[in-house]
């Protein structure tokens, strides 16, 4: 066991927690309406209690736990039975296997989270924590477990998603693209502006988002080496990239460059360069971020208003649209110097096409058991708020409370 990859493994476990809380928090947060700002950061903290104990009762053992024919964890490790503090064969050999789990807990806990930009401000809380739980169970830990567990199908074919471009974001903005549609249209979407009412929490939310990341991404080496060097310089570049291809794109088709567009830019180049950061070079990886700031800001801004979804804070748009091109990315740019895998540009139309089946097989299957959850918990519980109560708001019809009082 290594001292000093555990301690850069668990603090990137915190980095990655600070992502949805406060990162995630704030930049939703400072995106709706103020009537319902208590109610995205209550999603996000819940989410974190919820799925940290999901996760140490059933998810990492049906994610990391030993193989079923490699399409599910069996449940030997259950409430983290044989999961201690040696090292584990399998995963990370030189950290804690408590210290590997954790920092999965932590992709565990921020894909559910993300898809909450899509349904904001007319989701009803006690829906909300039952789909959650269910989607975490039957979407997010097969997933993982077809692509990261040493002996999933995907992986076995040699699917790369280096720190979650498929497992993390594009599952969670596919499903949150369903459930936009299958929640319908906030009340006067396209009849009335609805616009953010705290931009300076977004770019503050944002920030942590970026610094964060570094514990996502370069975390994933699961070592203090130069591969963790290698995907954080990777994520600056590409993330820097992407905001300014945002702002350049906006500033030439709307006559302004806004704060908004240049850090939701920067979330899109944060978002493509994830599957791809441990498998190319700094160059490309600028490469990849500057093509993300152009496609997310396309989904963002043309498609979705011709097509007339309400994705809510455009968790499709950036985090769906960046994964899949992310995921593809590897198979173009992956450069046997950098990870050890080529792409069709270094010559490997093979791995070009695995990355292919890769998203073809991630979005099928969000989208089936995404479907399938919401009209099971829609026929119980019933998922979207009554008119009256999305017009008040769903911090008072919610959670009793109010974010902003005035005083007399």
């Known amino acids: 066991m290594n001292s000093g ?14 992502m949805t809380v406060p990162g995630l928090a704030f930049f939703y947060g400072g995106l709706v309406r103020r009537k319902n700002i208590l109610s995205i950061l209550m999603q996000c903290f819940v989410i974190v209690c919820v799925i940290s104990l999901q996760w140490v009762l059933l998810g990492y053992s049906l994610a990391f736990g030993p193989s079923f024919h490699g399409i ?15 090292p584990s064969a399998d995963y990370g050999t030189t950290i804690p296997h408590y210290a590997f789990m954790i920092f999965q807990a932590m992709f565990a806990i921020i894909t559910p989270a993300l898809m909450t930009g899509a ?7 006690p829906a909300f924590l039952v789909f959650i739980i269910l989607w975490s169970t039957f979407v997010y830990d097969p997933l993982a477990h077809w692509v990261w567990n040493k002996n999933g ?21 596919i499903s949150a693209l369903v459930l936009a549609i ?18 300076p929490f977004t770019v503050l939310g944002g920030a942590l988002l970026w610094f964060g990341w570094f514990g996502f991404n370069a975390g994933s080496a699961l070592a203090a080496n130069g591969l963790a060097a290698q995907a954080l310089v990777a994520t600056q570049v590409s993330t820097a990239a992407a905001a300014l291809i945002w702002m350049l794109v906006e500033w030439w088709h709307n006559g302004s460059p806004t704060v908004l567009g240049a850090v939701t830019g920067a979330i899109g180049g944060l978002v493509a360069i994830t599957p791809a950061c441990g498998f190319v070079g700094p160059l490309s990886a600028i490469v990849i971020g500057a093509m993300a700031g152009g496609l997310c800001y396309l989904a963002v801004a043309v498609v979705k208003g011709k097509v007339g979804y309400d994705d809510s804070l455009d968790a499709f748009g ?10 593809i990315a590897v198979g173009i740019f992956a450069q046997e110097a950098y990870g050890g895998k080529t792409g069709v540009l270094f010559g490997n139309l093979q791995q070009f096409l695995v990355q292919g089946l890769l998203v073809l097989v991630a979005m099928a299957f969000a989208v089936a058991m995404t479907f399938i959850l919401y009209k099971i918990v829609d026929a ?25 009082t005035v005083i007399e």
């Open 318 to 327: 950036v985090h769906g649209i960046g994964g899949i091109f992310g995921t």
């Open 119 to 125: 349904f904001a401000e007319r989701m009803k809380f």
């Open 153 to 173: 199908w995907l992986g076995a074919m040699g699917a790369l998603d280096f720190a979650g471009g498929i497992v993390v974001h594009v599952s969670s903005g």
């Open 72 to 86: 599910i964890g069996n449940l030997d490790w259950m409430g983290l039975a044989g999961v201690g503090t040696a």
């Open 380 to 404: 119980v519980i019933g998922m979207r708020v009554e008119k009256e109560n999305e017009l008040i708001g769903l911090d008072l019809t919610q959670q009793s409370e109010a974010a902003y």
């Open 182 to 199: 299958l929640l319908g249209k906030r009340i006067g979407y396209n009849h009335k502006p609805i616009r953010p009412h705290n931009l």
């Open 5 to 18: 990859d555990t301690s850069w493994v668990l603090t990137a476990s915190a980095l990655v927690l600070l």
